[in-house]
Each structure stands twice: as structure tokens, then as C-alpha cells.
């Protein structure tokens, strides 16, 4: 049965002169439901008349956030294209690997990232079209500008047959092996979560949500960005996250909704305003992306502030949980009861273990993946790989991470990946990441390295070799030389012992 998938043009006929976006980026602009749908008609338009994008295929995108971005987003909605998002954080090298998986015939780019772009031409066989945001970027005789979109008619376009389980966004995660895999984001799935955070979070058009985290992340996509587009509320767009900007909103009431991840409250925290600031006209203040140190919550909570938690995954939302407010201050750091959607189980018979999730607000599984898809979804099940403990009022807390993960400010680092680059310095002979605490971050990673006989291989030789082969945010912050890695009776490296061992700060 088909969906509505034109989210735009929907919004656009209830209440086109509400305000949909406030463009931070051009001194606040302000853009009805009617413009944003007009402006997305002539993307997609551009992209399928004089790019030739079609249903099913794949357009990505290299920029930092801003409107074109969200009208892309629409846009692919309305044609039945899939978006991928690119992590700018990545290395050209990455970059060229997420080429090849998702195989886009279009990538868009801003003109932060011109020379990444240059990097990947000669290995991107599959994009047919190269097209700047910004008409001073340097480009080629063939690439399209973005602003030929405003040659073009904003009427509807032709009606396309679009399917619940047709994917919409191609959204990436880390894998075990540390090679990034994508997260099959249906448009059932968007809408679903949409669905479960308006419902259970009590989202209403009045209000209104700042966004300045990554739209190459779910948490920028998904956790009020297209909620809000569901519900008819305003959304901020930011280009990168900025306290001062953060505090004026706050403080002016101008925002009601606020998401970020532990490292920009901890940042939050530490400004000389944060004492100054008015929080009380807030409806919702939420942490995510990575556990948030329980100072934090502290620091708010004596401030007034019914500071919360939340859990998701890129396969399942992001949104899954809410807190009651009057369990905010009761259990800090709980994540609440699932959404109205959503089911939430634990493997095993106790109230401790692995957390399941099931809903129509899972991913479909992962692009091209079949075994993981059906490893990770068994059952209908999504294995998060995360432990949690349920009390006798049916309250899910958090506790560990069964994975290896390494969540640095936000952002997920899988040691594999890591260790993959490390081990092809020539004087490394073995190596091992963990990740260690950091005040700021969270956690960062840290390489125990065996170097080969007869070398001299020194920390700053190794993490200059890793400049270039990984995004800033994966490489080591420090490098522990030992003799032998610990490993265990079966032979492998004994991953948790060393990290024991070698996991302290200093």
C-alpha cells in the first residue's frame, strides 16, 4: 500500500504561511510550508530532468547543514531517490569507500569540501554528475550548479508509486569489521519515528527546535528534524553547533526543543554564561549519542533544568524512550519507558541483558548486507549489542555496551577500523584500541602498539601516519608501547584485559 511520501507539499496545503524553517545561515530568513515545498519542487525537479534521478537511485551529499540540504532530503522523498549522506568528518579515502558502496549517481557538495571532492572523482565511476552548492566553487566544464534549480518550474511533479519499505535515506554506522555500513531508513521508518516522537514526546506545531547537529547523522535527521516536519513545527537551521547561539535561543525562549550529545553540554557547562542563562522555558532539553557523565545531569538538575537522556541507534529511530518528568530527577540517566511504537525487551529472563527493540521504526537492515541484516534482525528483533536493566516500574536504564564501540563525542569509532590503519604502518608488528576517558570527549581512543624488532618507531611517527587515513575524530589520541599484547587462552587478544590495564588517563 503506498505512503505518503511528498511530506512537503502535505504540509505545504494544511498551513502553508506557518514557518517552517528559520535560516540562521541568511540572517534568520524566515520560510513558509509553501516556500520550502516550492523550493524542494525545483530540486527535484533539477534532479530529475536535467540530472536524470529516478526512483531507487542513490544522490549524495558532502555539506555542512543548511536549507539545500533539507530540500534535498524532501526532494528525494518526492521523487521515491534515496539520499546518502556523507560524513564530512571522513578522509577522502573513506569517502571513495562509501562511494563504491551506495554507487550515487549524483553528489552534491558545498565548498567546504572542494578538495575531498577532487580527491574522490578518479575512483567515483558511478556519479554521472558533480554539482557545487556554490557558484564560486573551482569546477569542471560538465558539473551542474545547484542554482539551475531556480530556472525551473515549482509545480507538482508527477506522481510517483512509492512504497512503505522504499528506501529514503541511506544513513551510516559503524560495523564490527570497521567497515561502515548503511542503515536502510524506509520511509515507513521515518514516519514511524516521526509518529512515536510526536505522540509520546508531546510535539505540537508551536514548537520549535534548533538544528545544529550533523544532518549526516540520525540524530540531526531524525530526532525533531522530520518529527517537526510531521507535526507542522519550525526547525532552526544551523550551520555547526555554537553556544553562544545556543544560549541566546535558550535564553529568549526562542527555541522549546533542544537536542545535543554529552560533549556540547559538558562544553555548555564550562562558558561563563551557563550560570546566566534562563533554561526555564524550555520544553525539552535531551542528551544523546554517547552516555553523558552524571555531573552533568547535576549541574542542570540544580539549576532547575528536567535535564533528560535518550537512546537510540541509527536501525531504530533514533527515538525509543521516554522519561516521565517525574522520574527526571528521580532516576538520572534512566531512559525511560518505550514510545507508544515501540517494543523493548531483554534477552534472557532477568531484568539485566542485552536490549531488543521492535517497531515499525526499524531500518529495513543494512544496504547490501544480507547476513548482518539477518544476524542483527533476527527474529524481527533488533540485537542492539547495548546492556540494560529494567526496574520493577518497567524503566530502562543503560548500563555498558557488549561492543567495542567507542563513542567520542558523539561520534561512534570502531577499534577494527583503527587498528586496520595502524597495522599497515611497516614498523607496526600488533595493535590494539581502546578507548580511555577524556574529559571533553567522553571517551578517545588509545593504540597499544607492539612495535616490530630493531625499529624505533615513536608516537609521533604513528600519528602522522594517520593523518589523511582516518577522520580526526577516529585517531588516537595517545600510544602505549608494549611488549606483547595480553591474549586469552584461545589465542586472541584479550581486548577487555588490556583495556584494564591500560585504560587510565594518563
Known sequence: MPIVHDWLARRASLAPERVALIDSLRGDRRISWQQWNSSANRTARLLQDVLGVRRGDRVAVLAMNCTEFLDLLFACGKLGAILQPLNWRLSSSELSTLLVDAEPVVLVHGPDFQAQVEAVRPSASCVR?????????????????????????????????????????????????????????????????????????????????????????????????????????????????????????????????????PTMFIEMQRHPRFDSVDFSRLKLLISGGAPCPQPVFERFFARGVNFKTGYGLTEAGPNNFWLPAQDVRRKPGAVGVPLFHVEARLEGDGDEGELLLRGPHLCSGYWRRPEESAKTFAGGWLHTGDLARRDAEGCFSIIGRSKDLIISGGENIYPSEVENVLAAHPEVAEVCVIGVPDSKWGEVPRALVVARPGTELTEAKLLEFCQGRLARYKQPRSVKFLDALIRTSAGKVDRRNLAVAHGNVG
Open 129 to 261: 554528475h558533480f554539482v557545487p552548492l556554490d557558484e564560486a566553487s573551482p569546477r569542471k566544464a560538465e558539473d551542474v550548479l545547484f542554482s539551475r534549480r531556480e530556472a525551473l518550474s515549482d509545480a507538482p511533479l508527477p506522481p510517483v508509486d512509492v512504497e512503505p519499505e522504499d528506501p529514503w535515506v541511506l544513513c551510516y554506522t559503524g560495523g564490527s569489521t570497521g567497515i561502515p555500513k548503511a542503515a536502510i531508513l524506509t520511509h515507513r521508518s521515518i514516519t514511524a519515528n516521526a509518529a512515536n516522537t510526536v505522540v509520546s514526546w508531546s510535539l505540537t506545531a508551536d514548537d520549535t527546535a534548533l538544528l545544529n547537529a550533523p544532518l549526516f547523522h540520525t540524530g540531526g535527521l531524525n530526532v525533531f528534524t522530520t518529527p517537526l516536519v510531521y507535526v507542522g513545527g519550525t526547525t532552526i537551521v544551523s550551520r555547526v553547533f555554537s553556544i553562544d547561539q545556543v544560549f541566546d535561543l535558550v535564553h529568549s525562549g526562542a527555541i522549546s526543543l533542544f537536542f545535543g550529545v
